[in-house]
T-cell receptor
């Protein structure tokens, strides 16, 4: 158990819909990252938050957004869903910026868009 | 640019050594990482190496780093069937986040 909790584990939704994925980081970790894993694109970095502020952006679509709340949990919002958004979405947390280099991953949320 | 490449597949027999190779492009990474992903699971950090080291050994795992060629390898000694998984190498450009390779699927035959 990495200490990073993601909910839900599985999500099936229709095209055009909007979903919210949730992540609780490890206790004490201020950084949260979102990654998308798909068969054709591999593991792609989406976005990073550090202590509530957006710190880095990767290949995140405009239809996607994220935020980190004062209690440090994070949510990834995916809207106007397309079939190609079906993937495994991982959240990770770390103490980067606090002197530690390890990133710990949650079990992921498997999103299926039908 | 940020690009990490790995071979897609490796098959070994139980008890043999496995060597998984990786090339990366960004020389700003202070650390380079190896992660393991078992079926249906998240990524688990196996080991990492500081960029000014050539080698790191951790039980059955040996990481070799050739910084000049930007080549990283992971050797698993006495490979077991439980080692069957996908292995990802990753660099950390400017220590902001992780850039992953495409992953190497290791299959261990009994």
């Amino acid at each position: 158990d990495s200490g990073v909790t993601q909910t839900p584990k599985h999500l099936i939704t229709a095209t055009g819909q909007r979903v919210t994925l949730r992540c609780s980081p490890r206790s004490g970790d201020l950084s949260v990252y979102w990654y998308q894993q798909s068969l054709d694109q591999g593991l792609q970095f989406l976005i990073q938050y550090y202590n509530g502020e957006e710190r880095a952006k990767g290949n995140i679509l405009e239809r996607f957004s994220a935020q980190q709340f004062p209690d440090l949990h994070s949510e990834l919002n995916l809207s106007s869903l397309e079939l190609g958004d079906s993937a495994l979405y991982f959240c990770a947390s770390s103490q980067w910026g606090q002197g530690n280099t390890e990133a710990f991953f949650g079990q992921g949320t498997r999103l299926t868009v039908v | 640019g940020e690009d990490v490449e790995q071979s897609l597949f490796l098959s070994v027999r139980e008890g043999d050594s496995s060597v998984i190779n990786c090339t990366y492009t960004d020389s700003s990474s202070t650390y380079l990482y190896w992660y393991k992903q078992e079926p249906g699971a998240g990524l688990q950090l196996l080991t990492y190496i500081f960029s000014n080291m050539d080698m790191k050994q951790d039980q059955r795992l040996t990481v070799l780093l050739n910084k000049k060629d930007k080549h990283l390898s992971l050797r698993i000694a006495d490979t077991q069937t439980g080692d069957s998984a996908i292995y990802f190498c990753a660099e950390s450009p400017r220590e902001v986040t992780l850039t992953f390779g495409g992953g190497t699927r290791l299959m261990v035959k009994p």
